[in-house]
């Protein structure tokens, strides 16, 4: 599903990653930790085609990203759900408006985004809230309006990066039993966190960066 | 197609509705630019109009020799008619120049009593159309004429010809400029009101982006916003030009002791095209404005 071959980036004479080789197979649950500063984001971020390499090759699904034109990368994007550390929720719509963002861009009719969203906020529990706006719910409720935009679209890969950072334990539990089932649809999904507690026993793939290089690859 | 299109209007409206103070603004501002540059076409038609008149107005005198016949006369004449651009006003004969002159002698009429024989000369009065294009050039014509036989001598006022080619002269290059800024400045005010209006929403565009929209997708509710402006601003303008037509068009008006102005309102074709020029210009900075955006 996705193939990286020798991905490095530099910022000026900042190398924020360095000779990154990796494959991650299609629905595999896998998870990407580090110190900060490790390149986590960097490299999510490679994946999701925001950011282009100094050098090396990202093959997402068999498509070259380094070769990829603007407008196949934004179509590429609708197939792949990205969950924001700071969750880039739009403040000014409704939690429903948040969530129809994915499909109103891809030009689905309204009949189909509503049945469609009204879905999404069922499977992360927000249906009493979608004529909420994002400032007015708790930091793990507009966490999960970001993952309900994120899978709206049944993504085949679904991005996290951070995504428990700011909430307390009990909560933490309840998005990643969600990611789970998330990926139990056949959704690859990779999660890039720097949290211990999160990868206690998770039973899947760890990758370890530091200072822009993989370390440590523990299997699952 | 159909439903993308009214999820455009449907969200540029909103946006519209949004930032309604600065579309305002906005929108006030190029209606008074727009109000400008109908003016000045209201200005120009009428102007024109008016130098047609003048033009017109500016003729050219051919002497005729004494003791040519009929048949030469009329050699003359259909010569006369040949000439691009000229009619023949009218023919006057030594008699009628002789009637002309002791009228215009009036009260002294009687000095002309004590001459033997009329030493005036029959001529042809010409008239040119077209004098505000420039396409008559009365120095050759004068020069051909004067080589005909039975011409004696040809005569036109060229003050009054460098006066006129002068007028339309500076009229057409002040017209040009003005225009021009004119159009600049709006383009200017749309570009960057839609600067603005992309700048408040730089967030919401990014997270557009990331879900996937087309850059398109982004940059048609903006264009539409400009668009909106535009023709909105245009139609404004153009009722305040014609209701300030309708005040003003009762009363005449007169110019150096000229002949006098009838005014006159835009054609149709000219009424669309400040319409039109405003939409475009709406486009058209949101274009720039988008562009600018997206390069950065």
Known sequence: MIQIYRLSKSFGTNIALDDIGLRIRKGEFIFITGPSGAGKTTLLRHIFGTEKPTSGQILIDGINLTRIRRHNLDLLRRKIGFIFQDFKLLNNKTVYQNVALALEVTGERQAIIRKKVHQALRSVDLSNKEKAFPLEVSGGEQQRIAIARAIINDPMILIADEPTGNLDPDITKDIMVLFRSINLRGTTVIIATHSKELLRDTGHRVIVLNQGRIVEEIEG | ?296
């Open chain 2, 1 to 296: 197609m159909l439903r993308i299109w009214l999820y455009f209007f449907k969200s540029a409206f909103i946006n519209i509705m949004n930032n309604r103070l600065i579309h305002l603004i906005s929108m006030g501002t190029i209606t008074i630019s727009m109000l400008l540059l109908g003016s000045f076409m209201l200005l120009s038609v009428n102007l024109n109009n008016w130098i047609k008149e003048w033009g017109e107005s500016i003729s050219m005198s051919v002497y005729l020799k004494d003791g040519i016949d009929e048949k030469e006369k009329r050699e003359i004449e259909k010569q006369l008619l040949n000439i691009n651009g000229a009619k023949i006003k009218g023919f006057i004969s030594k008699e009628q120049a002789m009637i002309q002159l002791k009228e215009s002698l009036g009260g002294q009429a009687g000095l002309l009593n004590g001459l033997k024989e009329n030493p005036l000369p029959s001529s042809f009065e010409l008239v040119f159309e077209d004098m505000d294009n420039f396409r008559v050039d009365l120095n050759n014509i004068k020069r051909s004429l004067e080589k005909m036989e039975g011409v004696d001598e040809v005569q036109y006022s060229e003050q009054w010809v460098e006066r006129f080619k002068g007028v339309i002269f500076v009229f057409r290059v002040a017209g040009l400029i003005i225009g021009g800024l004119l159009c600049v400045a709006v383009l200017f005010i749309i570009t960057n009101t839609i600067k603005l209006a992309i700048y408040s929403r730089k967030d919401e565009i990014e997270i557009y982006k990331l879900v996937g929209a087309t850059d398109w997708f982004v940059k048609i509710p903006f264009l539409i916003e400009g668009a909106v402006q535009g023709i909105i601003s245009g139609l404004f303008a153009f009722l305040i030009l014609f209701s300030a037509y309708l005040i003003f068009s009762t009363k005449t008006v007169q110019i150096f002791g000229l002949p006098v102005i009838d005014i006159v309102f835009l054609s149709n074709k000219n009424a669309i095209s400040i319409i039109l020029l405003s939409l475009v210009l709406g486009l058209m900075g949101g274009l720039i404005a988008l562009g600018r955006f997206f390069k950065t």
